[in-house]
Structure formats: structure tokens, C-alpha cells
Nanobody, 122 residues
Framework: QVQLVESGGGLVQAGGSLRLSCAAS????????MGWFRQAPGKEREFVAA????????YYADSVKDRFTISRNGTKNTVYLQMNSLEPEDTAVYYC???????????????WGQGTQVTVSS
């Protein structure tokens, strides 16, 4: 079981940028596909982005494509979500996820972090 801790959230104006980090514990980090989800108030948790075990393949929700970039650093056991051109609609708690396969991650299975709040003001 991998443990995940997110950081990097905060308050930013529309059009600004933030970079979220997810630190993972455990020696098997390099073999896990990883992802990011978000949950806005009153809404269901939704998929944002995912990355396979070696970073060679990435996947994005249509709503964030061309604005967000997911990446990973195996040496630091960390996954990042670079968020540019932020919009008020991006306001949510962002969660890091890890799973045994990319399909498990994208479906919302596997392990979760506690989340980090991102607030985008207009």
C-alpha cells in the first residue's frame, strides 16, 4: 500500500498558475501509475490527469487539456500537476491517486491522499 501526501494548493487569481506535488512513500512508487482527481463543492470527484509508471503516457480530462501537465520524478517519489491559465471553475480539492494499472487509476480505484485545496478567484 502506497501512502500519498499532496501539497502546493492555495489561492490564485484567474489566469495564474500553481504546481501541486504528491509525495509517495514506498519502494514500489516507480511501478505505480499515478493520477490527479478533484472535487468541487457539491459535485462528485472527477478525473483530472494520469501518468503511467515510466511517464511515457499521460491522460487528461478535456476540461484541463492544454492547461495542465502531469509529470513524475522517480528519484523523489513525487508526482506533479502543473496548472496554468487557471479558471474559477478549477476551484476544488485536488487528490492524488495511485493504482496497480492506469485503468484502475483513471477509474478512481487504488490509494488516495488527503487532498489539497485550490481556490481560483475571478
Amino acid at each position: 500500500q502506497v501512502q500519498l501526501v499532496e501539497s502546493g494548493g492555495g489561492l490564485v487569481q484567474a489566469g495564474g498558475s500553481l504546481r501541486l506535488s504528491c509525495a509517495a512513500s514506498g519502494s514500489l512508487f516507480s511501478s505505480y501509475p499515478m493520477g490527479w482527481f478533484r472535487q468541487a463543492p457539491g459535485k462528485e470527484r472527477e478525473f483530472v490527469a494520469a501518468i503511467n509508471w515510466n511517464g511515457g503516457n499521460t491522460y487528461y480530462a478535456d476540461s484541463v487539456k492544454d492547461r495542465f501537465t502531469i509529470s513524475r520524478n522517480g528519484t523523489k517519489n513525487t508526482v506533479y500537476l502543473q496548472m496554468n491559465s487557471l479558471e474559477p471553475e478549477d476551484t476544488a480539492v485536488y487528490y492524488c491517486a495511485a493504482g496497480s494499472t492506469i485503468d484502475v487509476v483513471r477509474a478512481g480505484g487504488g490509494s488516495w491522499g488527503q487532498g489539497t485545496q485550490v481556490t481560483v478567484s475571478s
